[in-house]
């Protein structure tokens, strides 16, 4: 069996449409916030990483049974 990989997740308790609706505007604007602070440098490294992607990404294994199978990484 393939060691399980490391990555991103946030866990949330279960949200009523309006708490979700709150969280959706929080990370939204903070998301705005580093678009405003890191913006150029971002959209510079957006590019360099797009004429760097290959149109077939590599598939690997994450170790989750239950992923999808159209996840690259």
């Not at 969280?23 to 760097?52: K, S, Y």
């Amino acid at each position: 069996m393939t060691p399980r990989r490391p990555h991103a997740q946030i866990h949330l308790p279960p949200l009523s449409a309006d708490y979700a609706l709150t969280l959706v505007g929080i990370f939204e604007r903070a998301i705005e916030a580093v678009w405003r602070a890191h913006g150029d440098a971002m959209a510079q490294l957006r590019t360099q990483r797009e004429d760097h992607r290959t149109t077939d990404p590599e598939f690997v294994d994450c170790g989750n049974p239950d992923a999808p199978d159209n996840t690259s990484f």
